[in-house]
């Protein structure tokens, strides 16, 4: 989640406007989603493998993955991103229980639009009062 806030945090106090801000943010969330969406399972093959050779499949971190998919799909999944996961977290999640590139695009889009504009919004209307907190 605190990955999520500084880009609403860093628009306020590098003086963007509200709108910037939140497309800014979007466009951040958007990248990792699109780059691990259509070349994640390159990566993952890839690179990861090679970088950390096979890993136990059934970690407790995946347990609990395993636990959200099951709990709210992927629409709870995505929408769940921002606060639980990081966006590359969710995306992995979403692409490797089978959802469709298309399906993982649209739904984190969707949570990006709601959790940016919200947390801006947020930020931009108590302003002092947030920059504050970050700032001790």
């Not at 609403?8 to 910037?20: I, N, R, V, W």
């Not at 780059?35 to 136990?56: A, Q």
């Not at 590139?101 to 919200?118: G, Q, T």
């Amino acid at each position: 989640m605190l990955k999520f806030i500084f880009g609403p945090t860093l628009g306020y106090a590098g003086g963007f406007s509200l709108l910037s801000t939140i497309l800014i943010t979007i466009v951040g969330m958007m990248c990792s989603v699109l780059l691990f969406t259509f070349l994640g399972k390159i990566l993952r093959e890839k690179v990861l493998v090679k970088l950390f050779g096979s890993r136990k499949k059934f970690t407790k971190r995946n347990r609990r993955f395993v636990a959200i998919w099951k709990k709210y799909g992927l629409p709870g999944v995505a929408f769940l991103t921002p606060l639980l996961l990081t966006p590359i977290g969710g995306t992995l999640l979403l692409a490797s229980f089978g959802s469709s590139k298309r399906e993982i695009v649209i739904s984190m889009f969707l949570s990006a639009v709601f959790w940016s504009s919200f947390f801006s919004i947020l930020i931009y209307t108590l302003g002092p009062e947030v920059m504050s907190i970050f700032s001790r």
